[in-house]
């Protein structure tokens, strides 16, 4: 079973710079694959919403609200994917997930995994 675990959320103010890491792992010699890795979040009351998103060869993508704010990157080595956040507003506050397609051996398949997401909270 792989698991995304997401990190680097927490409190900012209004102008400041967060970064996000979501590492895709796991157990000992199980073999996958990830393809297209993305950031979504969701504010209380709200739908999801797409962040950003990054495929296995670098190519991005971004909504208007936070294009230019926004980077995301990717380590294809470690399986990672990163989000710089900056100049943050209150509107970007939203607990922010982590997903990613990703091919198992053991499923043979693509699927689409989640990580538990993590709270970043801007204040004016």
């Known amino acids: 079973q792989v698991q995304l675990v997401e990190s680097g959320g927490g409190l900012v103010q209004a102008g400041g710079s967060l970064r996000l890491s979501c590492a895709a792992s796991?157990?000992?010699?199980?073999?996958?694959?990830?393809?297209?890795m993305g950031w979504y979040r969701q504010a209380p009351g709200k739908q999801r919403e797409l962040v950003a998103t990054v495929t296995s060869g670098g190519s991005t993508n971004y909504p208007d609200s936070v294009k230019g704010r926004f980077t995301i990157s990717r380590d294809n080595a470690k399986n990672t994917v990163y989000l710089q956040m900056t100049s943050l507003k209150p509107e970007d506050t939203a607990v922010y997930f982590c997903g990613a397609n990703i091919w198992t051996a053991s499923y043979r398949a693509w699927n689409l995994y989640w990580g538990q997401g993590t709270q970043v909270t801007v204040s004016s």
């Open positions: 796991a157990a000992s010699g199980t073999i996958f694959s990830t393809n297209l």
